[in-house]
């Protein structure tokens, strides 16, 4: 699948941003301004909605930059402008709906919200990483960070040019996902924050468990979903230096 530009190139803090398209997919490439030679890749992940996301992406893209790296993300199955996915955002319903009530949510509906999810958005990050490696400023190695946990987890697991994953313990995991974790062998920093509203906190410390890394860390702070401290930022940076440079 083709890699197309779809805007001028935007200049902000030493940093070039462009909008893409891959297909039908919306994506944006962020690349330091002065480049040499070719740099590693950042895979910048989120909870969907780039238009809404892009000033915390822009800024990690940012970070990104400083520490010498291009940085790209693409739009998640069923956000944005995308088609919508009926099926997951009948399970989100459900969820809300449990949550609001105080119930236990049932296993069955993070299924029918989250894999679906991963099992559209990681070949289609797959195919972007294919054509991201084929412009002459990006090279390897390549980061995965943030966004949907279980996207991650299975996109460490499927692709091997993924070096090292950076991830947030924000969002319920399937059950399946968690035998997954166990075949995982890339470093990782996972970030959790402690109060989060949308996530289980035994299950994210369940999960840290079950990865199968000789090399990984885990970075909890006090607070909720929208509460991670600066330096936290910080933390992941300095993770993606040591393992992409």
């Not at 920093?189 to 840290?208: C, K, P």
């Amino acid at each position: 699948m083709h890699l197309n530009f779809t805007s001028e190139p935007r200049l902000a803090d030493g940093v070039i941003e462009r909008d893409f398209t891959l297909g039908e997919i919306p994506g944006i490439l962020w690349t330091p301004e002065s480049i040499s030679t070719p740099v590693p890749l950042i895979l910048l992940g989120h909870p969907g909605g780039l238009t809404t996301m892009h000033a915390r992406l822009a800024a990690r893209a940012r970070r990104a930059a400083a520490d010498g790296f291009a940085a790209a993300t693409i739009e998640l199955p069923g956000s944005g402008g995308r088609p919508k996915l009926a099926a997951v955002d009948e399970a989100r319903t459900d969820l809300r709906r449990a949550l609001g009530a105080g119930e236990p949510v049932n296993p069955e509906i993070i299924d029918r919200l989250i894999l679906p999810l991963v099992e559209q958005a990681v070949p289609e990050w797959q195919v972007a990483l294919d054509a991201l490696l084929t412009l002459p400023e990006i090279g390897g190695p390549v980061g995965y960070s943030g966004g949907v946990i279980s996207i991650g987890v299975r996109l460490a697991l499927v692709e091997p040019r993924i070096a090292a994953a950076g991830l947030f313990a924000g969002s319920f995991v399937p059950r399946a996902i968690f035998d997954e974790a166990r075949q995982i062998t890339i470093p990782l920093h996972v970030l959790l924050q402690w109060d989060d509203e949308w996530n289980d906190r035994q299950a994210a410390l369940d999960l840290f468990d079950a990865f199968g890394s000789r090399e990984k860390s885990l970075h909890a702070n006090m607070g909720g979903h929208t509460g991670v401290p600066a330096h936290a930022g910080e933390d992941a940076a300095g993770f993606f230096a040591r393992h992409l440079r």
